[in-house]
């Protein structure tokens, strides 16, 4: 499952995929968000890292892994399933849940949400949504790996590894190596 | 989901009953949350349609459905025009008008729930609460949950069913989703208690409870009304509960591990010594709460997307 | 009246001859034969008209769901030009008035004789004896006594019916059921009842009562009918008693013929009836046993329903189907066209056998000079698909509907006059 973004559009998934990073372009974005996110938050004590299932979930555990390098001390990303928040659960048959998994209290932390693309920004509405009823953090914060563009909704991210223009009719896969063969972003569809 | 009523247990295949219980298990976590409600049911209509009086069975999908924020009405035959001789077909229709999305069932006559599905009185998803001596699908979920819970995948367990299978929803629900989840099934009962036929189910049968014993990594206790004695199905309660009741010396002979159910109400002092529903292997208790949250999953797979879909797709967003 | 030459007819399957009717009697069978009107039954076989000794009309009391004229219209569309009409009305046909009643309504309508049959108790009671030699003293002139819908369970009551009766020549037929064994019963007892968690109708209460049955007319050396059994075990009792010279006769139903109780699944009622529709077993004996003979005789077992006592849960439903229209289609599908029965059998066992039972003189006559022309054309190579709402029929509660069954019935004459023609009952028929 490709949890990145909602809207539905055309399936271009049989024109051939150019690939726009590879495990290295890809191992130093998260290195590059890792130092922001500290960066930024300098007290990284009150921060708390929650993926958004299933490839955010991966990239905030390999953030964490870095954040825990950096501070020296062990440092855990959280899992935010938003399926039930989610906006456009008629158009699609029921989904299954992913496993949501809070590590800390969220009351008065700096919680940043980790997806792998953001598009619409529609399921970072339901993750706010979601956070609403967990608790009240200080700050909610939002990294991504890949920008695209298209948004449907005043979100932006504070953190990007890569801004990617694309048009509509291309899709943008994340595979990573928790849940796919390779370390790999890849455009397919439109003028390749 | 491959189904868009829940009618009976045997309508679930592995991937459906596992999901349903692999979504109820996120959802358990919501009532220790401090806001107990999602939105996703917003909008949507339940009817809670109850033939016969079931208190706990209809408060247990009221808290299900509202925690998923859809809207509720309860229709009680008793009050309703329903006991003043209006059809099940009429009352069917009049809440298809209403606009429900699903109906909750519970009737005293078995296949009530499949009339309602089948004979397309109403669009809604129906959801069978217990109908007559047939079935009760979401009772079975919940003790499947609260099994997995306690003893983990249920593949090649021993689940020991004791009492009034003859009359009893909960052991026909129960058999059925037990063997589909690969559990070893017995079911222990005098033999005026056991159907005919009843060597085509997918299950042991045994007229010896103690025999049962010392396998079984659960044991349910199936509620067995007085009235059965007048019927002449067994001589006396007392030689009942001698033979076939739940004692603290058979408890004492289950493996370490084992738990007792009982899907309640419970005659204390009947199938099972108050000592034994009271003890910390007991987790009658326990399968009320699960109670809302697999109704909860049910509700959500049914409801949660577009009508009439049957499979997940992937990788299409 | 008019006289009629039907030409070309397979007369029983056997023979192709035309048949010429004047004044209500065959007056003659052969080659080229001349009329007013000529009807062309190439391809048709001829039977006698068929005789029904199980049809419930409903009336008096249930004329929403059935009366004597709707009921002898579905009769004449389904090739009967005689039905008896059960007792189980309201009130009950356990006087002379009811049963009179009933007999003259069949003949002001005029589209089949229609025989009343004549309670056994009072009011179905199962207590006392209804007048019954009055009943047969009446114009009706009853033979067939039946407290049908329910089991006459009494020993001593059945007793004393069967040596009673022996007076004027009449038959107790008995509604095999044994009311303790089927408290609540809804369904065929066996795996799928305790599946679908309905009360089972165990075989044996209907066995255990046929059983009994036949040994007390033996005792008594009475004759004895039995309404549609339903049961291997039935079926071979019934074959124990003919082999011991037991003067007992049997029907089974159409329904009984063709359906099984796997068709209870979907819980519709309208497969809900009274005996419970069997096991593939059973349905295979009840097959078997009409073709050796050990069952005499199909009768319908007509029962019109109203909608809404079949758009219900199950268990609240009413017992019964619709039968008459269907009844010969059902035989030739499921006995005639895999050579189990020839058309000359189905007319014994359609007409002959019984009106022999129920004592009609003037009906089930052979085809021959002479005899009243009672006469049905069956298309045997049509087929159709069964539609509930093409029926005469008030009532819809038709369990083959959707269904496509073989043969078809072409005309119907009762005493020379067509009641049906061309495929549809001809309107406006009078006495």
Redesign the interface.
Known sequence: MVASDDAPRADNSHAPARTVLDDKDISRALTRITHEILERNRDASDVVLLGIPTRGVHLARRIAKRMSEVEGRIITAGALDITMYRDDLRLKPARALEHTEIPDDIDGKIVVLVDDVLFSGRTIRAALDALNELGRPKAVQLAVLIDRGHRELPIRADFVGKNLPTSLVEKVKVALTESDERDAVDIQGGAA | MTFTHLLSAGDLDRTDAIRILDTAEELLGLASRPIKKLPTLRGRTVVNLFFEDSTRTRISFEAAAKRLSADVINFSAKGSSVSKGE???DTALTLQAMGADAVVIR?Q????P??LA??KWTNGAVINAG?????HPTQALLDAFTMRRHLGELEGKNITIVGDV?HS?VA?SNALLLDTLGANVTLVAPPTLL???????PVETSYDLDSSLEKADAVMMLRVQQERMNAAFFPSAREYSRRYGLDTPRLNRLPDHAIVMHPGPMNRGMEITADVADHVRSVIVEQVTNGVAVRMAVLYLLLGGAAGDSTTEEGTE | MSSYVIRGANILGETVSDIAIEDGVITAIGAGLEGDEVIDATGLVALPGLVDLHTHVREPGREDAETVLTGSKAAARGGFTCVHAMANTDPVADTAGVVEQVWRLGREGGYCDVQPVGAVTIGLGGERLAELGAMADSAAAVRVFSDDGKCVSDAVIMRRALEYVKAFDGVIAQHAQEPRLTEGA?MN????????????W?AVAEEAIIARDVLLAEHVGSRLHVCHLSTRGSVEIIRWAKGRGIDVTAEVTPHHLLLSDDLVR???PIYKVNPPLRSNDDVAAVREGLADGTIDIVATDHAPHPM?DK??????AAFGMLGLETALSVVQQTMVDPGLLTWAEVAEKMSAKPAEIGRVSNQGRPLEVGEPANIVLVDPAATRVIDARDTASLSRNNPYAGLTLSGEVVATFLRGRPTVRDRALVEGVTV
């Open positions: 059809s099940l077909k009737h006559h078995s296949g009530a499949h009339r089948n004979a109908d007559g001596t047939h079935e003859l929803r026909r159907p005919v036929g009843i060597e085509k189910w | 809804q007892e066996g795996p799928l009842s305790g599946e679908l968690g309905l009360t089972g165990p979907s819980y519709d809404e758009e219900c849960e199950w268990s609240a």
